[in-house]
DNA sequence: TTGAAGTGTTTCTTTTAGTGGAACGAATGG
DNA sequence: CCATTCGTTCCACTAAAAGAAACACTTCAA
């Protein structure tokens, strides 16, 4: 009967829940469902957060995230090698283009993509997401990664289950796809429209390291509303110019 | 022979030190080293963590954090709750006094304190640290927390085993603590001299909870050549006016 | 060229503590 | 007041964590 052992695993799991899905405090047998995993388990994990300070237990017994664990959180983030080289070409862009713009990160093992900086606009209305990751087939940002990526690699990518239909302009079959990612590769960079969240336009493009490999995208979002057709060149030309500008500047002295 | 068998306790440890100690990359045997345990504990906890993807593994086998590390950092700090409440007070706080201003956190179980939010000021010198806990008896802001801590806690922390020189400024005699606490008291706010970095001058007072408990204490630092005598006491009604109306604001509506 | 001293990893037996269904006692509520 | 939740404890079982030692590999100096 005895099942698979990996309490640092479980544990983790818990802790990751926690972090990415959460805001308040929540009982043993709510987690435990999100886990998908025995009450007892569960239990166990939790009081070993417990014990190690990243989890506290209020009056009524249901966990919170600890003082510990976001302060473990606030030493991290500023240390993330990505924000502090990204930033100013973040900012560049929001500059030049007046809309929301941001710099998302690609991970090789992953085959995900997610959002590590960005800079909003002064409009009113800005786009909002909760920066977990994110697949690459939908959106601009996504697009502009997958596109530039090595065929093997493309397939793999194509191949996963997780091909989800974000919303009703997702593009999910694969040959759609290709015939997409062919025009990303034409233009240099993606335009999308609604394909993450209803309403918002993106414009991505491919950041690439002075070696050769892929390392983000940078892209801008934009109320549908507000967009108009003629304002693709500008922000494209825009967007291209910052993204080679961030790759010039990790030739001159940046070991990544 | 079998030691105390605590796998989670292991990694996180580990992952805590990665954290805390770090920026680069590092070997098994020199994490082990820090970590006080047998190099295979060591291995198993980095391949625990290398599974779940928290640290990775470099061509020459040493260990770094992981991008996925980074970004549940990225996704915890800005969830934080203590930022998004105390940030407009340090922001105040650095205004109005024109120096570098901070919001340190006190923790009633750790019986310590880290600074959760930071404003620079405009001069080009201005005082880093690494926002790690800090003891309670050193500085202006662990003090201004000490002092005002119920007797038996402030006994608690004067016979703690780690009552550290920090400089050769600070005070570790429990008798001249307990005058300089009391001095603190008097005054509503405390101000030492290069108690915790040398030449470095602070004014920290304490942040209530409107229902009376300790939260954590506001603090101005300022290089000790810029400092007058009487800066003092501007700076402190400044300071004492941010943290009485950071308890208002907390008591209009915030179920900390 | 050799070998001493590093490194990270694997092997191995012992034994602890993780596993999870079931039972428990305290809240909660219709 | 019983029914249903909740978090927690109990327990036999056994998988996996422990850690000394051997291993494979690189480095570097003699």
Same mark, same amino acid.
């Given at each position: 009967?005895?099942?698979?052992?990996?309490?640092?695993?479980?544990?983790?799991?818990?802790?990751?829940?926690?972090?990415?899905?959460?805001?308040?405090?929540?009982?043993?047998?709510?987690?435990?469902?999100?886990? %998908?995993?025995?009450?007892?388990?569960?239990?166990?994990?939790?009081?070993?957060?417990?014990?190690?300070?990243?989890?506290?237990? %209020?009056?009524?017994?249901?966990?919170?995230?600890?003082?510990?664990?976001?302060?473990?959180?606030?030493?991290?983030?500023?240390?993330?090698?990505?924000?502090?080289?990204?930033?100013?070409?973040?900012?560049?862009?929001?500059?030049?283009?007046?809309?929301?713009?941001?710099?998302?990160?690609?991970?090789?093992?992953?085959? *995900?993509?997610?959002?590590?900086?960005?800079?909003?606009?002064?409009?009113?209305?800005?786009? /909002?997401?909760?920066?977990?990751?994110?697949?690459?087939?939908?959106?601009?940002?996504?697009?502009?990664?997958?596109?530039?990526?090595?065929?093997?690699? *493309?397939?793999?990518?194509?191949?996963?289950? %997780?091909?989800?239909?974000?919303?009703? *302009?997702?593009?999910?079959?694969?040959?759609?796809?290709?015939?997409?990612?062919?025009?990303?590769?034409?233009?240099?960079?993606? /335009?999308?429209?609604? *394909?993450?969240?209803?309403? /918002?336009?993106?414009?991505?493009?491919?950041?690439?390291?002075?070696?050769?490999? &892929?390392?983000?995208?940078?892209?801008?979002?934009?109320?549908?509303?507000?967009?108009?057709?003629?304002?693709?060149?500008?922000?494209?030309?825009?967007? &291209?110019?910052?993204?080679?500008?961030?790759? %010039?500047?990790?030739?001159?002295?940046?070991?990544?």
């Amino acid at each position: 009967m005895g099942e698979l052992r990996r309490p640092f695993s479980k544990a983790i799991a818990v802790l990751r829940w926690l972090v990415d899905a959460s805001h308040g405090s929540y009982g043993v047998r709510e987690i435990s469902a999100a886990m %998908n995993a025995p009450v007892t388990t569960t239990h166990r994990a939790l009081n070993a957060l417990l014990q190690e300070g990243l989890v506290v237990k %209020n009056d009524s017994n249901r966990y919170t995230l600890s003082l510990e664990a976001y302060r473990l959180g606030l030493a991290l983030a500023p240390k993330s090698p990505w924000r502090e080289v990204c930033m100013p070409f973040v900012r560049r862009a929001s500059r030049e283009t007046g809309e929301t713009a941001a710099f998302s990160i690609f991970d090789p093992v992953r085959l *995900q993509r997610f959002t590590a900086a960005r800079m909003e606009s002064d409009h009113a209305v800005t786009i /909002v997401d909760r920066g977990y990751w994110k697949p690459l087939h939908a959106g601009a940002s996504g697009l502009a990664l997958l596109s530039f990526l090595d065929e093997a690699t *493309q397939a793999e990518v194509l191949g996963m289950p %997780n091909i989800s239909r974000e919303t009703t *302009q997702t593009i999910i079959d694969p040959i759609e796809l290709r015939k997409k990612m062919e025009a990303v590769r034409a233009k240099g960079y993606a /335009v999308t429209r609604g *394909q993450l969240i209803a309403g /918002v336009v993106g414009i991505g493009a491919p950041v690439f390291h002075p070696d050769g490999r &892929l390392l983000g995208s940078m892209y801008v979002s934009i109320p549908e509303q507000r967009f108009a057709e003629r304002r693709e060149d500008p922000i494209a030309a825009s967007l &291209l110019a910052c993204c080679s500008a961030f790759t %010039n500047q990790l030739a001159r002295g940046w070991t990544g």
